[in-house]
């Protein structure tokens, strides 16, 4: 009875089920594998810096967290009573640093990336070696800013001794690129159409720069700004050779005497040989874990809130 | 035919653009008359758009850009060395392809610019007149504050004229101003056009040819010439004549062509 489909319908039968077989699920093992295989190497790289970041902060919190009280914001550091020695000069320390590192990176960061974005001939050499050289600093290592500070802020051409304005200088120095490059990504995705159209109403550039382009970066700018904040007040290396002494009983002033600041404080504290000063280091480093979690968000939500479609 | 005298607003004399090495379009020579609408349409790369676009020098913004030969405005060459290119674009304004809002209130769109430019005067009164004149005032009366981007594509680009006519210009340039439109869009700013050319000159990019032929006074017809060399494409003026010649019987047997559909 079979020979009586005719060959070529049982052909054309046999191939159509060929082809509609490979339609159903676990026809192709192969690439199924694959992709599980590739989802697993995703998730495990998640989890592991998620599982160190919990990890840091259950450390932490386990072993400071019994000293985070008022007097560690508000005491004075002590060599010898590390039950109620405290971090008030060296958050105000910090604070006076990260004021210091805005008012320097703001003007300097946006100004420099408006020039290299909108009035640089990019076609001119020199533009184009300025560009590389700001993407090649921000890889620079910390350190090296520092020993950069210390020979021409701290000592050298500005010679402001070791004092918070020379290490806000040599921290500003170290995250303006950071600054720029974030600046310039804002300032290139406002779409060229809102600056022409600017410019055709007559407008000169400068106007339609001001009033038009960087108001629509601004918020972009200020996610730059606030992680370039964010990293600066981690930053120890770099304070340790501008002279941030590491123990410090009084309030910091801008311009004249030594001060510490936060990271600084805790590195002292973590190198003494008595537990107890131990766990003021982790109750230190929740303070600062806090202040940092609570920056980069304000840099997040910036830039959920704002962020524009064109 | 006007029997009148014709006031020439531009005159362009065997002009040229090049971009960097590229010439871009060569030997072009048109007048443009006030108070018309002069249609430039062709296929693309013709140079339609970078004719428009040194009319009112924002062809100054692309790195490299070169006009050669003569552009007369009123008589007076635009491109002499004491000519303040921000100046001619005060005078000459212009219309995106895309409608390009300033992401600011509907209010703000239109202050922006007699804003900047200093221009004296009542602001409401300016902006009301500004919407007025691109029959945008009914639409929008009651929500000047809000945002822009609000509005439909077809009213954005209302808004974007309405723009341009605030701060008082003698020259509307549009380059393919309808293109990102539908056709209800398309024809009320069509509409808009005639009303329009009452008080202005307008110049316009289209790649539509019925557009040209529905409101254009007088059409200037460009084509690519690839005569000049191996992979040349040089943009050139084929003819310029009253609309209604130039599709009824064009000169030309290459524009008989294009607006009759046999390329482009």
């Known amino acids: 009875m079979a020979n009586k489909i005719p060959r070529r319908a049982a052909n054309a039968a046999s191939t159509a089920a060929a082809v509609t077989r490979t339609i159903y699920k676990g026809a192709n093992n192969k690439a199924e594998i694959q992709g599980i295989a590739f989802r697993l190497v995703l998730l495990s790289a ?34 010898f009573r590390p039950e109620t020695a405290g971090y008030r000069p060296a958050i105000l320390g910090t604070i006076q640093l990260i004021l210091g590192v805005i008012a320097i990176i703001v003007p300097l960061g946006i100004s420099a990336a408006t020039f290299l974005e909108l009035f640089a001939d990019r076609t001119k050499w020199y533009n184009r070696i ?26 050298g051409i500005f010679d402001l001794g070791f004092v918070v304005a020379a290490g806000s200088a040599t921290v500003a120095i170290l995250v303006l690129p950071t600054v720029i490059l974030a600046s310039r990504e804002a300032i290139r995705a406002v779409p060229s159409s809102l600056l022409d159209g600017a410019l055709a109403l007559g407008a000169t550039r400068w106007q339609s720069v001001w009033k038009m382009v960087l108001p629509s970066a601004a918020p972009g700018m200020l996610t730059g700004v606030i992680l370039a904040v964010a990293r600066a007040i981690g930053e120890a290396a770099p304070l340790l050779l501008v002279g941030a002494a590491t123990f410090v009983t009084f309030d ?27 766990t003021l280091a982790a109750a230190g480093i929740l303070v600062m874990l806090v202040v940092l979690f609570f920056i980069n968000s304000i840099a997040v939500w910036l830039r959920a809130r704002y962020e524009r479609t064109w | 035919m006007t029997t009148t005298a014709l006031n020439e607003v531009f005159s362009l004399k065997n002009m040229s653009v090049e971009y960097g090495k590229n010439l ?96 004296k005067g009542n602001m409401d009164e300016i902006v009301e007149s500004a919407l007025r004149s691109a029959s945008l005032w009914d639409d929008v009366k009651d929500r000047l504050k809000d945002n822009a981007f609000g509005m439909s594509g077809g009213q954005q680009q209302r808004l974007c004229i309405a723009r341009a006519i605030a701060v008082k210009p003698d020259v509307i340039l549009m380059d ?69 010649v130039m599709f009824s019987s064009p000169s030309d047997q290459r524009t008989l062509d294009y607006v009759t559909g046999k390329f482009g």
Request: net charge negative.
């Open chain 1, 46 to 79: 998640l989890s592991i810096s998620l599982v160190m970041i919990a990890a840091i902060v259950a450390w932490a919190l386990v072993e400071g967290g019994e000293r985070v009280n008022i007097g560690l914001f508000t005491n004075n550091p002590s060599s």
């Open chain 1, 252 to 278: 910091p002033d801008f311009w004249n005497d030594s001060y510490s600041a936060l990271p600084v404080m805790i590195y002292n504290y973590a190198g003494r040989p008595q537990e107890e000063f131990h």
């Open chain 2, 24 to 119: 871009a379009v060569a030997g072009v020579n048109l007048p443009i008359y006030q108070n018309e609408i002069t249609a430039l349409i062709g296929p693309s790369g013709c140079g339609k758009s970078t004719v428009l676009r040194s009319l009112n020098r924002m062809n100054d913004l692309i790195p490299g850009a070169k006009v050669s030969g003569e552009v007369l405005y009123h008589g007076q060459d635009m491109y002499g060395p004491d000519v303040d290119p921000v100046q001619v674009r005060k005078l000459v304004g212009m219309v995106f392809q895309k409608p390009n809002p300033f992401p600011k209130s509907i209010y703000d769109n239109i202050a922006f610019g007699p804003q900047t430019l200093g221009m």
């Open chain 1, 130 to 155: 300025i560009e590389l050289n700001i993407q090649n600093l921000a890889g620079v290592p910390s350190i090296v800013f520092g020993i950069l500070g210390l020979a021409f802020i701290v000592r």
């Open chain 2, 176 to 244: 393919e101003p309808c293109s990102a439109l539908d056709p209800i869009s398309t024809f009320k700013i069509e509409d808009l056009m005639f009303e329009l050319k009452k008080d202005y000159t307008i110049v316009i990019v289209t790649h539509n040819m019925q557009q040209a032929a529905r409101v254009a006074d007088r059409t200037a017809f460009f084509t690519v010439d690839t005569s000049r060399g191996e992979g040349s494409r040089v943009g050139t003026l084929v003819e310029h004549d009253v609309t209604d």
